[in-house]
């Protein structure tokens, strides 16, 4: 699909300098921009591109100003950095635009689906599953029976949702992640064996919610594992059973919670960081890439960092302390042979 400079100018409030019927059908770089791309420069460190690119057309902030003659066609407008979002978002809806019931797939005949749905070839949809509208549910994906979806929820290829889980409104989950598998839930016996025990809970996730790719969401094993709204989780990360996120909490990739803890809200965690489990973290906390948090935490909006978790400050200092040990090793021997010496002499 391709839109001329006048188009984008139209949508963005600009105004065009240079040819405003060229067209572009591609995003890029303006350092890496060819023929037929649009780009955009915000960031002065990069203006030395603007002389140079290829691409045809290249958003600019009104006040910018130009010392060389440019090859690309101008779009002025308030902000380059904002209409270059606003473009990349409508470029994403168009290459994710899906519509239909694609075959083979399957929907049971209980099953109530919202107008403006799609559904990929190969899903599969049990019984008294709802879906509300808008709802895209790619290849390979499967809904288990009693399953409720929201409006504008979007599954891509693969992912698995577990019966009797509820999703919000505007949920996107990634490809490969898991909602609602069984909790660890195992009690041990006198000769050492294991007996699972049956995990009868569900997963709730709130409106606004993001999930990454290769997430797994334990179901609890009664009552809710809970993921509150605007929540946004990264690729990898293993939340267990009843475990609780408070709302506009972000997690990086490969962190994981134990069971029954419950995250506050407006959390930030790092790549890479573990929670025991039965714990109580308070809103605002922030945690550093590999922190290990072995208590709960009461004081709102501090800094962590270590493991196990110390205060960020305590935690940087102790940090060049440890990168020290082996000078202070040294000294110690020093000292030691010294004391040594003073000793022969007494003698």
Same mark, same amino acid.
């Given at each position: 699909?391709?839109?001329?400079?006048?188009?984008?100018?139209?949508?963005?409030?600009?105004?065009?300098?240079?040819?405003?019927?060229?067209?572009?059908?591609?995003?890029?770089?303006?350092?890496?921009?060819?023929?037929?791309?649009?780009?955009?420069?915000?960031?002065?460190?990069?203006?030395?591109?603007?002389?140079?690119?290829?691409?045809?057309?290249?958003?600019?902030?009104?006040?910018?100003?130009?010392?060389?003659?440019?090859?690309?066609?101008?779009?002025?407008?308030?902000?380059?950095?904002?209409?270059?979002?606003?473009?990349?978002?409508?470029?994403?809806?168009?290459?994710?635009?899906?519509?239909?019931?694609?075959?083979?797939?399957?929907?049971?005949?209980?099953?109530?689906?919202?107008?403006?749905?799609?559904?990929?070839?190969?899903?599969?949809?049990?019984?008294?599953?709802?879906?509300?509208?808008?709802?895209?549910?790619?290849?390979?994906?499967?809904?288990?029976?009693?399953?409720?979806?929201?409006?504008?929820?979007?599954?891509?290829?693969?992912?698995?949702?577990?019966?009797?889980?509820?999703?919000?409104?505007?949920?996107?989950?990634?490809?490969?992640?898991?909602?609602?598998?069984?909790?660890?839930?195992?009690?041990?016996?006198?000769?050492?064996?294991?007996?699972?025990?049956?995990?009868?809970?569900? +997963?709730? @996730?709130?409106? #606004? $919610? !993001? *999930? =990454? &790719?290769? %997430?797994?969401?334990?179901?609890?094993?009664?009552? /809710?594992?809970?993921?509150?709204?605007?929540?946004?989780?990264?690729?990898? +990360?293993? @939340?267990?059973? #009843? $475990? !609780? *996120? =408070? &709302?506009? %909490?972000?997690?990086?990739?490969?962190?994981?919670? /134990?069971?029954?803890?419950?995250?506050?809200?407006?959390?930030?965690?790092?790549?890479?960081?573990?929670?025991?489990?039965?714990?109580?973290?308070?809103?605002?906390?922030?945690?550093?890439?590999?922190?290990?948090?072995?208590?709960?935490?009461?004081?709102?909006?501090?800094?962590?960092?270590?493991?196990?978790?110390?205060?960020?400050?305590?935690?940087?200092?102790?940090?060049?302390?440890?990168?020290?040990?082996?000078?202070?090793?040294?000294?110690?021997?020093?000292?030691?042979?010294?004391?040594?010496?003073?000793?022969?002499?007494?003698?």
């Amino acid at each position: 699909m391709q839109f001329t400079a006048k188009d984008i100018a139209m949508l963005l409030n600009g105004t065009v300098e240079g040819d405003e019927t060229v067209a572009v059908n591609q995003l890029a770089k303006i350092e890496e921009a060819q023929n037929g791309s649009l780009s955009f420069l915000a960031n002065l460190k990069y203006e030395q591109y603007l002389y140079t690119t290829d691409a045809s057309i290249v958003i600019v902030n009104n006040s910018q100003q130009l010392t060389a003659p440019v090859k690309a066609t101008l779009i002025r407008v308030e902000n380059a950095y904002s209409a270059f979002t606003l473009l990349l978002e409508k470029y994403n809806t168009f290459k994710l635009y899906k519509e239909g019931i694609e075959q083979p797939s399957f929907i049971h005949k209980t099953a109530q689906i919202g107008d403006n749905a799609y559904i990929g070839a190969f899903a599969y949809i049990g019984q008294d599953v709802k879906a509300g509208k808008n709802c895209k549910i790619y290849p390979n994906c499967y809904i288990a029976d009693n399953v409720t979806l929201g409006d504008n929820v979007t599954l891509f290829p693969g992912v698995v949702v577990y019966f009797d889980c509820v999703i919000g409104n505007n949920v996107t989950i990634h490809s490969g992640a898991v909602i609602g598998s069984d909790g660890f839930g195992f009690a041990p016996n006198p000769d050492g064996s294991y007996t699972k025990i049956a995990q009868i809970g569900n +997963v709730i @996730i709130e409106d #606004n $919610v !993001e *999930i =990454g &790719s290769n %997430t797994t969401v334990d179901r609890a094993t009664m009552g /809710s594992t809970v993921i509150r709204k605007g929540a946004k989780i990264d690729n990898l +990360v293993m @939340i267990a059973h #009843n $475990v !609780e *996120i =408070g &709302s506009h %909490t972000v997690m990086a990739a490969q962190s994981g919670i /134990s069971g029954s803890t419950k995250i506050g809200s407006r959390v930030v965690i790092g790549g890479q960081v573990g929670f025991a489990g039965h714990l109580n973290i308070a809103d605002g906390s922030q945690f550093g890439a590999q922190t290990g948090v072995n208590s709960s935490i009461k004081v709102i909006d501090k800094q962590w960092g270590g493991s196990p978790h110390l205060p960020y400050k305590d935690y940087l200092r102790a940090h060049v302390n440890v990168r020290r040990l082996p000078e202070l090793e040294q000294r110690v021997r020093e000292l030691e042979n010294i004391i040594k010496d003073l000793k022969k002499d007494v003698q």
